[in-house]
């Protein structure tokens, strides 16, 4: 892959990986959508000129384009994909499409045609369809190549992910898990939770030593408004409060499960009338129907079920004696997030203000512990949050001080280039004026957080 250059953009480090990403993703929905449709149905059309697309582009560059998987990682002629966020669901459907025909290798030899596509697709989709799927590693597929590849070649690939992209796998697994479980909710089915509780234990792993990191995530606006990732974004929170409390890792699991599954009802509510935060916006948290209470009622969730389902009611209302300890904990990151990370077209509010609102309800909505609590996890320019400096300048707070009076001097990285700053260091003389719109900056903030 490391041939893959672009004339668009020869100088971009980056586009290899774009390059493979889009790739895995096309061939992904092409292959799944043949286990969907009639390869003659014009929802295939799309799909499969893109993937020609890629393919040509990549072929003409650098001849032959081999994807390979080895345990959860694709690699693309030899060398890992970093999978983001958008590409990370895409990879755990490719690897179930050749797992289920028993295959660990798709290489595209030369540039296909649209019809020859269309045919290896059918291909696919008869054998998917058979009681003996993996007999189409036998076939002759053309340009293309299917196969199994032994335990020895997958060891060769040697796949070393960095403890970021671990912690991105792993937040983006709690998403997905979530979200499986809300459409068998939907359906009036059980939701699976020790499914859940193995994500949680995973992302709590694979966030230590990174919690700025995680934090960081959380506030990427790419997928506000997505059921999904507000709940997983408040699962991620709740979980770093609870490591603040010193928590025990059982504990620790069953506060993050009530989150996952707290705001379940967030879907069926109607979206915001306008784009501007009113003194109501709070009123407007409380939205779980009861009819959408009871019908959860009426799901098994278990022997702890009546306790998230206390959890889920108590998050939309004002603090009460005798409230759950879950109900008042995941209150507090809910609100912060759906005022942080909104559903269009409100307009999304800055952190420094979003934690000056939950301190203005201390007492009537909120408990103050855990006010307090969330704001020193997060700081005032939680990691994520882009801020303008006294010189001017714009830069992206990746990391928060570990010393309390120094929390509003955290390390930063200067914007565009990604300078990085701390600016606790003592000779340095700039400061954060303020935080500002991340439209502003015209970053690519994901990749100046994991890169």
Do not use: W
């Not at 408040?234 to 069953?254: F, I, N, P």
């Not at 007492?363 to 010189?391: H, I, N």
């Amino acid at each position: 892959m490391a041939e893959l250059l672009f004339k668009a953009a020869a100088d971009d480090a980056d586009a290899p990986q774009r390059f493979a990403r889009a790739l895995l993703s096309r061939t992904a929905i092409a292959l799944k959508l043949s286990t969907m449709h009639a390869l003659d149905n014009a929802a295939m059309s799309g799909p499969i000129g893109n993937l020609v697309e890629s393919v040509t582009e990549g072929v003409h560059e650098s001849g032959t384009l081999v994807l390979q998987l080895a345990g959860d990682n694709f690699f693309l002629n030899g060398e890992v994909i970093k999978l983001d966020f958008s590409s990370y669901e895409a990879g755990q459907t490719l690897k179930g499409l050749l797992l289920r025909v028993g295959a660990h290798e798709l290489a595209y030899l030369d540039v296909p045609s649209a019809e020859a596509m269309r045919d290896f697709l059918g291909r696919y989709q008869t054998h998917a369809r058979s009681a003996q799927p993996a007999a189409m590693l036998k076939e002759k597929l053309g340009v293309f190549r299917l196969r199994a590849i032994s335990k020895a070649e997958q060891d060769a690939l040697a796949p070393t992910l960095d403890a970021k992209r671990t912690l991105l796998r792993a937040y983006a697994h709690v998403a997905l898990v979530i979200e499986g479980q809300l459409a068998l909710m939907k359906q009036g089915r059980q939701p699976r939770m020790a499914r859940v509780r193995r994500a949680i234990h995973g992302l709590s792993d694979a966030a230590e030593d990174l919690e700025p990191l995680l934090i960081a995530l959380t506030r990427l606006d790419t997928f506000a408004g997505a059921v999904h990732f507000h709940l997983a974004a408040v699962t991620a929170l709740t979980l770093l409060m609870c490591r603040r409390m010193r928590m025990g890792r059982g504990a620790l699991a069953e506060a993050c499960m009530a989150a996952a599954l707290h705001d379940f009802a967030l879907d069926e509510l109607p979206p915001p009338a306008g784009d501007k935060v009113t003194p109501k916006e709070l009123e407007a948290q409380k939205r779980v129907p009861l009819r959408t209470l009871l019908r959860l009622a009426e799901v098994a969730l278990g022997s702890d079920g009546l306790e998230r389902l206390a959890a889920t009611y108590e998050v939309a209302a004002k603090v009460v004696p005798g409230a759950t300890a879950f109900g008042h904990l995941i209150a507090v990151p809910c609100v912060y997030d759906r005022l942080t990370r909104p559903q269009a077209p409100r307009k999304a509010m800055l952190p420094d203000q979003a934690l000056q609102l939950l301190f203005s309800q201390v007492g009537a909505r909120f408990d103050e512990r855990v006010v307090r609590l969330l704001a020193g996890v997060l700081g005032p320019y939680p990691a994520g949050t882009v801020v303008k400096l006294s010189s001017g300048e714009l830069a992206l707070v990746v990391n928060t001080a570990g010393d309390a009076e120094l929390v509003a001097k955290p390390r930063v990285k200067v914007l565009p280039a990604g300078q990085p700053v701390d600016l606790a260091a003592p000779n340095e003389k700039r400061t954060i004026v303020g935080a500002v719109d991340p439209a502003e900056a015209h970053a690519n903030v994901a990749q100046l957080l994991l890169g």
